[in-house]
């Protein structure tokens, strides 16, 4: 089945903490992202890679990193979480030529 | 600055009732646009994918349509059902430069169909 898993769905950690949330794609897809969503403010991207060793800043990157080494994962990093990071986080793919997106399941965040 | 606003933000309708959501948006240069549906707690669901060549998409009992002059995009949803209660998200994605694979979504309409 074509999907993007995302891990972990739901993650508790404490302020300072380094964590990872990984995201993999087994439908050989070029382009990753990820997002956040927050109550009012929708979904907004945080980072995007169009291929590998290719990332860039989307609209709200602070405090986050990506890397891409392999074209089926994009993990994100979280270096020293904080409370404004508390929210749901969705990976999304697609492929060069197929216009529609993927996304993940979704990982709830919550900094303390 | 490209934005996306969805009208109304919630709605509750009596099962089999026909409805329509609204999704409108400021800049017309889209690469295309997409309608996500998403239910409580869970990832985004693709519904339907309009090209910004096209008028409209139809896929079972929904259908979508597209009129880029005005900014527009609809997503009528006929005989609706318990089951279609979710939250529905519109998303453009832009058509120029290294970001046209960026989605914009709008905030969502919250639909609830009373049985």
């Known amino acids: 089945e074509a999907q993007v898993t995302q891990n972990p769905r739901y993650l508790i950690t404490v302020t300072g903490k380094k964590l990872t949330v990984t995201c993999s794609q087994n439908m050989n897809h070029e382009y990753m992202s990820w997002y956040r969503q927050d109550p009012g403010l929708g979904l907004r991207q945080i980072y995007y890679s169009m291929n590998v060793e290719v990332t860039d800043k989307g609209d709200v990157p602070e405090g986050y990193k990506v890397s891409r080494k392999e074209k089926r994962n994009f993990p994100l990093i979280l270096e020293s979480p904080s409370p404004n990071q508390t929210s749901l986080y969705f990976c999304?793919?697609?492929?060069?030529?197929?216009?529609?997106?993927?996304f993940g399941s979704g990982t709830r965040l919550t900094v303390v | 600055k490209q934005e996306v606003t969805q009208i109304p933000a919630a709605l509750s309708v009596p099962e089999g009732e026909n409805l329509v959501l609204n999704c409108s948006f400021t800049d017309s240069a889209i690469y295309n646009l997409q309608w996500f549906r998403q239910d409580p707690g869970k990832g985004l669901t693709s519904l339907l994918l309009?090209?910004?060549?096209?008028r409209e998409q139809t896929s079972g009992r929904l259908n979508a349509s597209l009129d880029k002059s005005s900014g527009r995009s609809t997503l009528y949803i006929a005989a609706s059902q318990p089951g279609d209660s979710a939250t529905y998200l519109c998303a453009v994605s832009r058509l120029y430069g290294g970001a046209t694979n960026k989605l914009i979504f709008g905030t969502g309409t919250l639909l609830a169909v009373q049985p």
């Open positions: 999304a793919s697609r492929g060069t030529g197929d216009y529609g997106y993927t």
């Open positions: 309009i090209q910004s060549s096209q």
